[in-house]
């Protein structure tokens, strides 16, 4: 079996990859303190639990895209002729499905607290010979954790869409999420402190419906994409129109009579098939060389689009 040749990315592209795992290793990085910091103080209280078991889970996404990056830059083998492209989906669909297992765990535990009526204690803290409400240092740990996904994300989002790279991308809606699990935690803390006794597990509950729908949402794009679904719009998760571009620009040619094509998405580039119908058989081989070389031009993404002429569509 003749492997394809492998990708090659334009330069400018490759240099916003680049940016991407830099932009990756930090964001892990400072992931692994707010885990850290976050555990040292989340003492009994729900939404911190929740908020601390999301953080973790965040970590998920960047490791994925790192290591998908070491993988899909194998060149195409006997074992894998299409390539390693499509590692990217798995790394995503790994992580959608803990994330979504994940949200419907804080679910269930923050029902059980409020259908229980457990009340959450947020003790005291002795520094320096004084104590001081943990919840102070709860509310320190979780603005910690707010402000840097907070501006990480939208980097990563502003990126990610030039090399329409899925797995960043929603990377930085889990850093919105992220922060805005941290500003929950914090009203949630500072009710308790008020004697809103329910506070804490509402603000867990909110959290919990928040991670379940960003899984749900992960889950069925990373489905799609292993279905072989048509390209989607990484911005809008709109279908895209490239495929009838293709086939309008194969049309275009005076000895195409009519054209039909469809594409799929392998990671962050996009394979297929175009269909066409010859008005002769004149030089074909020639006129299928050219055509292909005048549609991979059409977008940066293309990685394989092979021209099959056929009798009728």
Avoid at 20 to 38: C, D, H, K, P, Y
Avoid at 204 to 228: F, H, M, N, P, Q
Avoid at 260 to 288: H, Y
Wanted: hydrophobic share 50%; aromatic share 10%.
């Amino acid at each position: 079996m003749t492997p394809r040749p492998r990708y090659v990315m334009p330069e400018d592209k490759k240099a916003n990859m680049r940016k991407l795992a830099l932009l990756e290793w930090a964001n892990l990085g400072v992931r692994f303190s707010i885990v850290t910091v976050l555990y040292l103080v989340m003492g009994n209280s729900q939404a911190m639990k929740a908020a601390w078991l999301e953080d973790v889970l965040t970590l998920v996404p960047p490791i994925a895209f790192l290591i998908s990056l070491y993988f899909r830059k194998r060149t195409p083998d006997k074992s894998f002729p299409y390539g390693y492209q499509r590692v990217t989906v798995i790394a995503f669909l790994c992580g959608s499905v803990v994330l979504t297992l994940l949200g419907l765990y804080l679910l269930g535990d923050s029902l059980h607290v409020l259908i229980k009526q457990e009340r959450t204690s947020i003790g005291g803290i002795e520094l320096f010979g004084d104590t001081y409400w943990q919840g102070w240092l709860m509310i320190a740990g979780l603005l910690y954790s707010v402000i840097p996904p907070f501006f990480i994300g939208r980097i990563q989002e502003k990126i990610a869409a030039t090399v329409h790279e899925k797995t960043v991308y929603v990377d930085a809606r889990v850093s919105k999420a992220d922060w805005m699990t941290g500003v929950a935690g914090i009203v949630g803390i500072l009710g308790v402190g008020l004697g809103w006794w329910w506070a804490d597990a509402v603000a867990a509950l909110v959290i919990g419906l928040d991670v379940t729908l960003d899984g749900y949402r992960y889950l069925k794009e990373a489905i799609g994409d292993l279905l072989d679904r048509r390209p989607h719009d990484i911005r809008t998760g709109k279908p895209e129109r490239l495929a009838e571009e293709l086939e309008q620009q194969l049309e275009s040619l005076a000895w195409v009579t009519r054209a039909a094509v469809r594409l799929r998405e392998e990671g962050n580039v996009i394979s297929g098939e175009a269909f066409v119908i010859p008005d002769s058989d004149d030089q074909l081989v020639a006129k299928l060389a050219a055509a292909r070389e005048m549609v991979h031009k059409q977008d940066w993404r293309l990685y394989e689009l092979v021209i099959i002429p056929v009798a009728e569509l």
